[in-house]
């Protein structure tokens, strides 16, 4: 066989600069349009709006923080005028009863305080004082087991609002 010389293999042409450059334009142009084309048919994400646009959450609020620092007295009156009636130690029922008294007249209290700013944290926050009131009205009247079964309703809706309470506090 004879040897191949350089000049007898068939040249290789190389494409020109300028028609690569045409092909790498063409290639950019088709990636836009598939990229176009997909965000079209799939939509926009939704973009949420930064949550310092809403505001800061009610719990660190001013005005919220006010509002329970001024019915704080109120309320700690209110946890400890319940002990007796939760502990069945109310003693005689009655219109002269210290307990009853003093039930009735720290559930007046917190009852009297003004409402909250945000009125979804004022309907959590007063959950129960209806049938703790009714359990002080019932203990004045002389009906310490209506008193104390009114009062364990009443701190059990008080029970179920806490977290409904925190979650709006933080903004939830």
Known sequence: ???ITPTDQPHTRWPRPARTAGYVAVLIAAIALLAVMINVTTGPTPSQPPAEAAGPPP???ADVQRWFKARDKAQIELNNALVPVVEKKIGNAGPT???CRRLSAAVLALKAQDPAPVAKIDELARAGLDKIEQAATA???GDAAGAQR????????RADAQLPLEEALEGE
């Open 59 to 61: 719990g660190i609020r």
């Open 150 to 157: 009114l009062a364990a309703e009443g701190l059990a809706e």
């Open 97 to 99: 009863s210290a307990p």
């Open 1 to 3: 066989m004879d040897a």
């Open 139 to 141: 203990c004045l009247a």
